[in-house]
């Protein structure tokens, strides 16, 4: 690697995502950092090399090595970083095949980590949509999440926007979760710093999950804002399939949310600042 590359830009996207990550995990049990790789992975990496290992939902385990210049930033010269994904013994129940789930999540990685940009949170979601869709359908919270339709709601339909200074706890992670799917809500939770959660369904049921929601323990939390169905730009339903848990970096919040109907005016409206698309 040539010094001229590790530019302090570098190192200051590397740490940027390690921020993000221990904002999101919890450091020790679903995010543990190791100075020395695991077998299969390479070992031969210089010292500044970061390794750390992610449970991902409690079916897997995502073992990543972040080498000197990563990220890039160019696709011409990437440097690329080193992830092994396993299977957990919990997964046993999903009848999920591991080579197949790895050899397809390498694939991924090749051409994803071509663009020389950060990748970790692609990776996550990537393995996070997979286990999703191999998930046993008896579970309780699959369950629990019914397809949500207008002519299913028996009253007024509003989106809460609720911003917390971070959402990390697994115990209030678990509770958004569930809270949601008994209340039959929509919408989405984005763990980190700070911490978004997006309700939307039939008024009484959204306000009393907000109710509920605000009664945990916060070190700071937030309704920004309650949109009522029909009302300015909200006029289709954003969530219609459900409540779930994205991890995803705050600059491809905006980009997310705007392909589901959401305006650069509302995300101004909840973080302060208008949304803006990559160029």
């Not at 160019?74 to 050899?103: G, I, Y």
């Not at 008994?182 to 939770?189: D, F, I, M, Y």
Request: hydrophobic fraction near 40%; charge should be neutral; proline fraction near 7%.
């Amino acid at each position: 690697m040539s010094p001229r590359r590790l530019t302090m830009s570098t190192f200051e996207g590397r740490d940027a995502e390690i921020e993000l990550l221990k904002s999101m995990f919890r450091v020790g049990d679903e995010l543990l950092f190791v100075q020395n790789g695991p077998p299969g992975l390479n070992s031969n990496l210089e010292p500044c090399s970061i390794h750390f290992i992610l449970k991902i939902m409690g079916l897997a385990e995502l073992a990543v090595q972040l080498p000197p210049g990563y990220p890039s930033g160019d696709s011409a010269a990437p440097v690329k970083p080193f992830m092994t994904l396993r299977l957990l013994p919990s997964a046993q129940t999903c009848e999920m095949n591991e080579r197949m789930l790895s050899t397809r999540f390498n694939s991924w990685l090749q051409g994803a980590a071509n663009t020389g940009e950060p990748v970790v949170f692609a990776a996550i979601d990537w393995v996070r949509d997979e286990l999703a869709n191999w998930k046993s359908p008896d579970s309780a919270l699959s369950s629990q999440l019914e397809d949500l339709s207008l002519s299913a709601m028996k009253g007024p339909v509003v989106c809460l926007w609720i911003v917390s200074h971070h959402i990390r706890s697994p115990v209030k992670r678990r509770l958004i979760l569930e809270w949601a799917g008994e209340l039959k809500l929509g919408g989405c939770s984005m763990p980190g710093r700070p911490g978004l959660i997006v309700a939307e369904g039939d008024a009484d049921n959204a306000d009393e999950y907000w109710r509920r929601i605000r009664g945990l323990q916060w070190k700071h939390i937030q309704l920004r804002d309650r949109e009522v169905f029909g009302n300015g730009e909200y006029n289709i339903l954003r969530f219609p399939e459900g409540f779930y848990e994205l991890m995803m970096a705050h600059q491809s919040r905006f980009s997310w949310l705007n392909a589901r109907g959401v305006s650069s005016e509302q995300y101004k409206i909840v973080f302060g600042i208008p949304g803006r698309l990559p160029h």
